[in-house]
């Protein structure tokens, strides 16, 4: 492959990323035949050198996602970050999409029995419609609502805590796709 058609797949393959960050990698792309031409080596030589452009660009995504969360971390980037994670390989799919549903869900069962125990006492109000009001009921319900607030706390904390770790765990997998571990 010429340098012009692995330029040409490369931006290809780029079509999720923005044209300014497109331009930015192909601008080194163009770079890395150059020096190696003035090396005296040949465009195929070069181009197999580098690798596949669509790994590269799947590589290079990867870590585009991975830097945008890191500045804004709301659901949909990080939701962007795993499938570009996963997209790195069909091994992804189970070491990445495994642990991100379990920590979905996690989350989800925390933030739901927060919510679940804050809304106690409007179950009392019913009881109160319905004519089967008992004092314990109230004092009940409003234990289980300070619980809520106390569990909604906690699961701020531990959103935020485990969002940071998953980022970390997408970082630690795409350098271990990228080349493996450097070990010094």
Not at 61 to 78: H, I, K, M, P, W
Not at 127 to 152: E, R, S, V
Not at 170 to 183: A, E, T
Request: proline share 2%; with cysteine; aromatic share 12%.
């Amino acid at each position: 492959m010429n340098k012009e058609q692995f330029l040409k797949q490369l931006n290809a393959s780029l079509v999720r990323l923005s044209q300014e960050e497109r331009q930015d990698i192909l601008q080194d792309y163009e770079e890395y035949f150059a020096v190696g031409m003035e090396k005296g080596k040949t465009e195929q030589e070069i181009s197999a050198s580098l690798g596949n452009p669509n790994q590269i660009s799947k590589e290079l995504t990867a870590s585009y996602r991975l830097d945008q969360v890191e500045q804004t971390t709301s659901a949909g980037n990080v939701m962007r970050a795993v499938w570009a994670v996963i997209g790195l390989g069909f091994f992804n799919l189970v070491i990445v999409l495994g642990p991100f549903i379990a920590l979905v869900g996690v989350v989800i069962a925390g933030w739901a029995s927060a919510v679940g125990f804050i809304l106690a006492p409007f179950g009392v109000l019913i009881n109160l419609i319905i004519g089967n009001f008992q004092l314990f009921d109230l004092f009940f319900a409003l234990g289980l609502c300070g619980i809520g607030i106390f569990i909604a706390m906690g699961m701020f904390v531990a959103t935020s805590a485990l969002t940071k770790g998953f980022i970390r765990y997408l970082k630690f997998n795409v350098s271990l796709v990228k080349g493996g571990l450097k070990h010094d």
